[in-house]
Nanobody, 124 residues
């Protein structure tokens, strides 16, 4: 069974940057996508970014051009570089196994095995 541990969240001002990290445990098959989603109070869960084994990346429109997802250590470390942060990026961020990346829209992704999350707060 897979497991994820996220870190790197903080409070920053709008326009600032953060890099989130995630350590994954367990077997990661070549056909798995890994990625990030976020949850904010009163809002629906939102897929943020995914990355496949061949490093194909997909982003939600809301973060495209500002966030960058990457992986290392045989895919057992996942990063989310977040630049030009906006108050609407405030949320708990989770990394997870992503089903549906590359075959369906971001809104239809299904997430499994996420960790405890890391809080990102952006003030204006």
């Amino acid at each position: 069974q897979m497991g994820f541990v996220e870190s790197g969240g903080a409070s920053v001002q709008a326009g600032g940057s953060l890099r989130l990290s995630c350590v994954a445990s367990g077997y990661i098959a070549d056909n798995y996508c890994l990625g990030w989603f976020r949850e904010a109070p009163g809002k629906k869960r939102e897929g943020v970014a995914s990355i496949a084994a061949d490093s194909t990346r997909i982003y939600a429109d809301s973060v495209k051009g500002r966030f960058t997802v990457s992986q290392a250590n045989a895919r057992h470390t996942l990063y989310l570089q977040m630049d030009n942060l906006k108050p609407e990026d405030t949320a708990m961020y989770y990394c997870a196994l992503v089903w549906g990346c590359g075959t369906t829209t971001v809104e239809r992704w299904v997430f499994n095995y996420w960790g405890q999350g890391t809080q990102v707060t952006v003030s204006s």
